[in-house]
């Protein structure tokens, strides 16, 4: 809970506005006068020409905070290498970003080597609203031995993915989503009616049941797998075991597989990495794609939301409803060096980001840059509704996830319409993550094997058919156990045991 509610809109503004133009003295207005805090971070988004160390947002939170920050930053893809470079040499700084897919890795590399701070007995103290305003999920997942090493980047929404499906050839087909599209046999007629029936009324077989990436980027083929219960891990005959070694996995990739052979699937998949797939999306020749509920990339392409249909999951063979699955609730984590120089300033200032100011600067901007006030009530400008929410979300580093409070709804509202916000109420619905897989610690001595390449590799020769499925799965399972597969199972297991099951 936030310490004031935040519909406590009025006085707050003013004191926003006052900060922002004021030129009354204080301590923290003093530059000078502010502590430094440095840190190390990736902010690969669009800066308007300006630079990370100054520019209008930046300014605006060392006055409003009362710290002096300086970023470290690369926003290229050498940004983990510069992290282990400079953790490795202990060259001075006080906190970093560890980044997203190896954020647990990270941690539990830099944590047992003794470069991370500990930071259980400083959170009360120094930062009670992030303790509040988080949920425990979040926090288990920036643990080390049971202790926190880091501070999390909490999503806002449960996962980024939703399925869409185009709203005109619902209607051309006569398919009612809300009726028609209960189980996997219901999504593959609807699929395959997509491929097969002239969806859009052209005359022309031109059109595809699904458009999807490669399995290794963004899951955008994994819509599905949780609906054949092949998405989390399971306790199976006293193992704890990954879901691709699952026989509902290879059941998942059967029914891919023959997506891809009758021509659902789009066939170049795998090579739909980068733009490619919006390209194609934009041809308005695919019927369905999964991907971030925020649109950003489909409405660069000068198309509609409204032209879309959200659609949860088909339901497990079992009734049961199934989930989008997100890799964690965090998008990354903040941790603070060993030798951070002031912690107390950092604390602070990740803890801003949960106070009501820190929350409208998150979501509206600026007053005068990004928003006015008309009767009392914040209205983000045409130009500026969405704009730079990614910057300020990575020059905080952590936000405030609780979006429901007054007046962030109303700002997430202009920014992303009606619609736009009824997509986030799904993706917070019905999305999910893979608990076990998610909550087994990161063992350090796997870090040999390369078990992620040799899930891709099969899936994808599973997927268009290189292989035959039934005929190869025991064999892959075989490679998987024996490439460091039955260490990693047995490690897992032990932990489920002695730990997880205990709960």
Request: aromatic share 12%.
């Amino acid at each position: 809970m936030l310490r004031k509610k935040m519909a406590v809109v009025p006085a707050l503004l003013l004191l926003l506005a006052g900060m922002y133009v004021s030129c009354a003295k204080s301590a923290k207005d003093s530059p000078e006068e502010r502590p430094k805090i440095t840190i190390l971070t990736s902010i690969n988004v669009d800066t308007e020409g300006t630079t990370v160390n100054d520019n209008d947002y930046i300014n605006y939170i060392r006055q409003a905070v009362g710290v002096d920050i300086q970023f470290i930053n690369d926003g290229t893809t050498n940004y983990r290498q510069k992290m282990n470079t400079m953790l490795a040499s202990n060259e001075p700084f006080d906190a970093l970003m560890l980044m997203a897919n190896y954020q647990r890795i990270d941690l539990t590399r830099w944590a047992s080597e003794g470069m991370l701070l500990e930071l259980d007995e400083y959170l009360p103290k120094h930062a009670p609203l992030l303790l509040s305003s988080l949920k425990q999920a979040a926090w288990e997942v920036c643990k080390y031995n049971g202790k926190t090493f880091a501070v999390p980047f909490q999503r806002y929404d449960s996962t980024p993915y939703m399925a869409f499906l185009r709203k005109d050839w619902l209607d051309n087909l006569g398919i009612n989503p809300a009726t028609d599209l209960n189980t996997i046999d219901d999504w593959y007629r609807m699929l395959k009616r997509f491929a097969t029936d002239d969806p859009d009324r052209n005359g022309v077989s031109d059109t595809y049941g699904m458009i999807s990436t490669d399995s290794g980027a963004h899951y955008t083929n994994w819509a599905l797998q949780d609906s054949f219960g092949a998405a989390r891990a399971k306790f199976v005959n006293e193992e704890l075991l990954p879901n691709y070694i699952l026989p509902e996995y290879r059941e998942w990739l059967k029914f891919m597989n023959r997506l891809y052979k009758e021509k659902i699937l789009d066939p170049e998949f795998i090579e739909n990495g980068g733009g490619k797939m919006w390209e194609k999306i934009a041809t308005r020749k695919y019927g369905m794609f999964y991907y971030f509920w925020g649109m950003q990339e489909y409405l660069s392409k000068g198309l509609s939301r409204d032209e879309l249909v959200a659609v949860p999951p088909p339901k497990q063979a079992d009734g049961s409803e199934a989930q989008y699955l997100y890799t964690s609730p965090n998008r990354h984590m903040m941790a603070l060096t060993a030798n951070c120089g002031n912690v107390e300033a950092v604390l602070k200032f990740f803890n801003w980001t949960c106070t009501e100011e820190g929350a409208v600067f998150l979501y509206a901007g600026l007053e005068g840059k990004d928003y006015d006030i008309a009767n009392n009530k914040i209205v983000i400008r045409p130009d500026r509704r969405g704009k730079n929410l990614g910057w300020r979300q990575l020059t905080l580093g952590v936000e405030q996830p609780n979006v429901d409070q007054k007046p962030i709804k109303s700002i997430l509202t202009q920014s992303f319409g009606d619609l736009g916000m009824e997509h986030l109420a799904m993706a917070t619905k019905y999305g999910g993550y893979n608990e076990l897989e998610l909550y087994c610690p990161v063992f350090e001595e796997l870090s040999q094997y390369d078990f992620e390449k040799l899930v891709s590799e099969f899936t994808d020769k599973a997927i268009t058919g290189v292989i035959n499925i039934d005929a190869e799965w025991d064999n892959y399972v075989r490679n998987f156990r024996r490439m460091g597969g039955d260490r990693k199972i047995e490690l897992s297991t032990k932990w489920y045991n002695e730990t997880y099951s205990k709960k």
